[in-house]
């Protein structure tokens, strides 16, 4: 017996069945979700950092697809978050120049 512990996509359990096995399972209260929802986050974070090429690439489509979910805690769309970021970018500028600020002289 191999305990995880963690949220996993819908169809985990049929793949895990599919495979022979018996997942044990429960349905998460929406606060439990949120919570597994950022720590998800977290390991797709690490998972990412770890990556390169087209792994990296998939890694960085788990984490949309978590920040998809937890817009939808706050009633919200990744598309308004994409929405946001591209207001912020115009705003503000965005990463594209890869400019690094040592510091901040005071006059």
Known sequence: MQRYHKLVRD???????SNG?????????DEEYKIELERKLNEE??????????DRVEELADMLEIIRYLAQ????TLEEVIAIAKEKGDK????EKKIFLEKVLKK
Do not use: C, Q, W
């Not at 096995?21 to 429960?26: F, Q």
């Not at 503000?92 to 990463?95: D, I, L, N, P």
């Open 11 to 17: 169809r985990i359990p049929e793949i895990i069945r």
């Open 73 to 76: 805690l706050e009633n919200s």
């Open 45 to 54: 974070y690490h998972e990412v950092m770890d990556a390169s090429g087209r």
């Open 92 to 95: 503000r500028g965005t990463f």
């Open 21 to 29: 096995e018996e997942p044990i399972t429960r349905i998460l209260t």
